[in-house]
């Protein structure tokens, strides 16, 4: 059975960095894409980040490049979301993914309940 669990999510205010965590089990983490994305009340679910097996590839949207910054552990099944800068407008449960078509769809093949981030400004 895998498993995809988030933490490291809270309250912080604006100009404020949070770093989230997300480890896995129950599947080959070193060969899968991994994703971060992020739903505010009343949107949408977008995609924020995304890695690929080796690390040697990263994607962000446009909003977050420069302030935000994905790696993996695959060592530790474990990928992170450093969140530097943050904005008001960040505010949002954040979700892990894994198995990410990141050059298609960024479709996921499993999810993680997700952690709430929430910026004051």
């Known amino acids: 059975q895998v498993q995809v669990v988030e933490s490291g999510g809270g309250l912080v205010q604006a100009g404020d960095s949070l770093k989230l965590s997300c480890t896995t089990s129950?599947?080959?983490?070193?060969?899968?894409?991994m994703g971060w994305f992020r739903q505010a009340p009343g949107l949408e679910r977008e995609f924020v980040a995304g890695?690929?097996?080796?690390?040697?590839?990263?994607d962000y949207r446009d909003s977050v490049k420069g302030r935000f910054a994905i790696s993996r552990d695959n060592a530790k099944n474990t990928v992170y979301l450093v969140m530097n800068n943050l904005k008001p407008e960040d505010t949002a449960t954040y979700y892990c993914?894994?198995?990410?078509?990141?050059?298609?769809?960024?479709?996921?093949?499993?999810w993680g309940k997700g952690t709430l981030v929430t910026v004051s400004s």
């Open positions: 993914a894994a198995g990410v078509d990141l050059w298609g769809t960024r479709r996921a093949d499993y």
């Open positions: 890695i690929g097996w080796s690390g040697g590839f990263t």
């Open positions: 129950g599947l080959a983490f070193g060969r899968v894409q």
